[in-house]
């Protein structure tokens, strides 16, 4: 069944309105997936002003990293709740992070999962490394993109390097909320997947 005639135009027009709201690295993959990610941005709802608050803590965030010197933390955040994730070797570093975190006004709800762990702490030995933690969010995120029961742009997901997966949203049913973790969790080098999903229709 062919498109009619003026369909194109206004497909394109919410493509690039739709993208227009979100980070230029994520464009590509919703780009991919169109038809979904239309019919998903329409069922999240959430207003600009709740957006944005996300969007300014976030800055905080990046802002606190380049105060203390470190890059050794990742961030993701839904409805102002904060996931902090990552590995630091500096304790006076990672206690002046946390701090600076703290701090941070606006935070509903602070998922605090950044750990110190010494040099020589022998814990290091099988962590995976930085490119391994990326291609397991790379998989657990598109695994939720390729669900249709699922309405991926109401999910944040994160990896850390213990192979944990942290699913970090807002589900529509409980049945959304189980397919969301069953798909996180259906992944060779996943270890563990935590669950930071509140239902609400």
């Known amino acids: 069944m062919g498109l009619k005639p003026y369909r194109p135009l206004m497909l394109a027009g919410a493509v690039v309105a739709c993208l227009w709201a979100i980070p230029a690295a994520a464009q590509f993959s919703d780009l ?3 038809p979904k990610v239309l019919i998903d941005r329409a069922i999240e709802a959430r207003s600009t002003t709740d957006i944005g608050r996300d969007n300014e803590i976030i800055l905080k965030v990046n802002a606190a990293m380049a105060d203390v010197g470190t890059v050794k933390a ?5 409805e102002q709740r904060l996931l902090i994730t990552g590995i630091f070797d500096d304790k006076a570093v990672y206690d002046h992070f946390y701090s600076k975190i703290k701090g941070i006004i606006g935070i509903k709800k602070l998922y605090w999962h950044a ?6 702490d022998p814990r290091r030995a099988k962590l995976l490394d930085w490119s391994d933690v990326l291609i397991l969010d790379t998989k657990a995120e598109a695994r939720l993109v390729g669900s249709m029961d699922v309405a991926d742009v109401n999910f944040r997901v994160a990896a850390d390097s213990t192979g944990t997966v942290y699913v970090l949203g807002r589900a529509r ?3 959304e909320r189980k397919e969301a973790l069953a798909r996180a969790r259906d992944g060779n080098s996943v270890q563990k997947v ?3 999903i509140v239902v609400r229709p």
């Open 194 to 196: 935590v669950d930071y």
């Open 32 to 34: 991919l997936a169109v």
């Open 173 to 175: 049913s409980d049945a």
């Open 74 to 78: 990742s961030s993701e955040i839904y």
């Open 115 to 120: 750990v110190y762990m010494a040099p020589d």
